[in-house]
């Protein structure tokens, strides 16, 4: 229940943000949805749908402007080649946070 009503939060919180004005609001609210249902259990392909909502550009990487929740949280250690955005191999490492 804590998860549901942090991710209504931060969806309302990003919403009010102009950065997210010009995002669709479908991909934050499904992003937001699929986060708080990920645990150390989840799979690649979870993951891997996290990706593809997150990368709203579509340039095969998740910037922080992009990042939201603990991804966003973690962005810095996620960043393991510190070129200030995520790969598909790097989000995976929000398993091992979870």
């Known amino acids: 229940m804590k998860k549901v ?3 209504l939060a931060l ?3 990003l919403a009010s943000c102009n950065s997210v004005k010009n995002m669709n609001t479908s991909n934050v609210s499904d992003a937001a949805t ?3 249902s990920l645990s150390s259990n989840s ?7 996290l990706f593809s909502l ?3 550009n579509n340039d095969e990487a998740i910037s922080s402007t992009e990042a ?3 991804v966003a ?7 393991t080649d510190n070129n200030s955005s995520l790969n598909l191999t790097e989000l995976q490492g929000i398993l091992s946070l979870l």
């Open 5 to 7: 009503i942090g991710s």
């Open 11 to 13: 969806i309302a919180a």
């Open 34 to 36: 699929l986060l708080s």
């Open 43 to 49: 799979t690649v392909q979870q993951v891997a749908s």
């Open 54 to 56: 997150l990368d709203t």
């Open 68 to 70: 939201i929740g603990s």
């Open 73 to 79: 949280d973690n962005f810095d250690v996620l960043d």
